[in-house]
């Protein structure tokens, strides 16, 4: 949905009552959450340079760019392929949307991926680059999917790319030039393992030693954003001494490729088939046959895993942000029907009970906001402070965090976006209004790049690898903020800070209770979102604290916001439900009597 001219309401003889539709404005300016998030974590001399960029791209969004999406989301231009042409050559061509290739142009034009690595505001770049993906990503038609893997790949290169490899693949992937900017795949998931990424079957032949060349076949089973100029991807790497290879994924390396050679044609890739797919219906997403697909090895063989979790831990970060828009959007429609829709004698926002279910929906809005810049900020923090000991926490956190925010932010933000949809009656069901979109590629956010339940195991690989220092140091700085803010205003804050200090005991009292490792694994998801709950509410707790600080004018809302998070009942819900007892029962509720685990 974009700016549009509303018809005055009119009753006709032919068709009754017209609805004014509701209409978006600027969405930059009308935001008062972003806003005040930048507010408070960037410096003002920064702000104040990036702010005009801000606004105008607000206001692109819902115009020439909002245009660009509805174009790839009409069935009629969705993704399609051509195996044979008329000559039964095998030519593989997929067609997409115009509109699909001028989000790739608006892209690079916009600096959404360059502005982070240009780093021309140092550790503020990042927040920047987000401000922009944030508010491009609800019109984008999930042109989102192919820049968070190209960001997570250009970062990968800056990792752990040769000086060629920088040289040739970097700058495209960073450039501003729509003629230059490339965009990257990103492959792990096969048939045999989605999740579990060490059951690969594809397998990596070295064809040329002296040029780190290797020869990739095998079949990828999901390859989003197909139409990328290269990808990135895990094979099981060949000893080119013994012939054999290490199974699990310690037998997986990392490697580029170009999907195409330099005369044009595919780079040894047959598009099996297009996915049929619930959503992000304009994305490309395909069944891959690789057989000697061109490829260098990138990192260490064998280190496969650790070198793409670079790639994941920045499209986790994407993933949480894409459903923190999807419901900014919809509430955004959601609370302009408000103003324009009656109901029972009175307009929808002057209902308290329609009133109250928004502002249930403006609170999740905020945690999960507050979650994800976090995320963001400290991702910009890690890339450019100096190598010392802050820096090192700095990684311990957001190695911690990134799970916690994909995990927790996915989940209650799509509850959310299907609520806001209700708030649209019937008319939020309807494609036309866009709700519908944002919530079918909001499911999506909860599923690629690990499910729930592979992020609340990542919580636990962290807590596990760092023998628990990872949750002791989550607890020092968010303890930390909570000592900050109250000192700004003990009498203000101290009812939520309590409540706070009260769920770290109830984490704590899991982590010792855990006494086997079965409680342990079974109640990864609900430690995670607890995580999320407390984070949440120290992140609104700080912005509380700021707004009292600065006299800002959203201190009521801030205030209110955080008690209410705090108060919730579901805020200090127990959640040392798993035992042993427990895990025997589940197995016996799903799937009857006779069933063990
Ligand atoms: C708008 C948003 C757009 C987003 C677009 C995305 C579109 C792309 C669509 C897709 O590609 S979807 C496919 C995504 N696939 C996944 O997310 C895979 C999900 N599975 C996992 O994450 C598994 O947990 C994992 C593959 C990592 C399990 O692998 P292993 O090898 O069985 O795990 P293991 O043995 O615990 O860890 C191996 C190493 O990796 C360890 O390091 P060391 O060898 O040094 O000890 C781990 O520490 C490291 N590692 C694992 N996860 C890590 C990590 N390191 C850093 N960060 C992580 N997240």
Known sequence: MHRSQPPTPQATADTGFLQD???????????????????????????RTIEPDLHQFGERVINDIAAMGDNVEDPNNHPRLKQYDAWCRRVDEITVAQGWKDLNDVAAEEGLIAIAYERKFQEYSRIYQFAKQYLYMPSSAMYSCP???????????????????????????TSRDPKKFWTSGQW???????????????????????????????FKWFSSATTADMTMLLARTIDPQTNTVVQGSKGLSLYLAEMRRTDGSLNGVQ?????????????????L??????????????????????????????????????????????????????????????????VATLAELEIILRATSQISFYAVALLGRTECLPDNDERKEDFQMLRFVTPVAKAYVCKIGLNA??????????????????????????????????????????????LRETKGQALQHFKKVLSQKVADALNISQDRLKGAAAKIQQAFTIIDRFIQNAKSQLPMEVGARQLTFAL????????????AAWAIQTGNSNCESDLIAVNRWCNDPAFLKDIITATDISVKEDAVIVFGSHSKL
């Open 271 to 287: 598009v099996h088939r297009l996915k049929n797919k619930y959503g992000t219906k304009g994305l490309p997403t395909a069944e």
């Open 188 to 218: 792990m998931t096969e048939r045999p393992g989605g999740s579990d990424v060490g059951r690969t079957e594809t397998q990596a032949e070295s064809i040329d030693p002296q040029n780190n060349k290797w020869s990739v076949s095998g």
């Open 21 to 47: 539709p509701p209409q978006l404005i600027n969405q930059y300016d009308d935001d008062l959450v972003l806003k005040n998030i930048l507010k408070r974590l960037l410096p003002e001399d920064v702000l």
């Open 147 to 173: 820049l968070s893997m190209t960001d997570g790949a250009a970062r990968v290169l800056e990792l752990i790319g040769t000086d060629e490899m920088k040289k040739k693949y970097f700058t495209r992937l």
């Open 532 to 543: 999320g709950r407390v984070l949440a509410a120290v992140l609104l707790l700080e912005q």
């Open 417 to 462: 976006c299907s609520e806001a949809m209700e708030a649209l009656g019937g008319q939020g069901y309807m494609e036309e209004i866009g709700v519908a979109r944002l919530l079918r590629d909001a499911q999506v956010n909860t599923i690629w790049e690990g499910t729930t339940n592979v992020l609340a195991m990542d919580v636990l690989r962290v």
């Open 289 to 354: 046959q690789l057989s000697g697909m061109e490829a260098y090895m990138l990192g260490r063989p064998g280190r496969g895993v650790p070198n793409i979790a670079s790639i994941l831990n920045i499209t986790r970060i994407y993933a949480a942000l894409g459903v923190v828009t999807g419901l900014r959007r919809s509430l955004a429609i959601a609370k302009s029907f408000a103003s324009r829709r009656q109901a029972f004698g009175k307009q929808l926002d002057k209902l308290p009970l329609h």
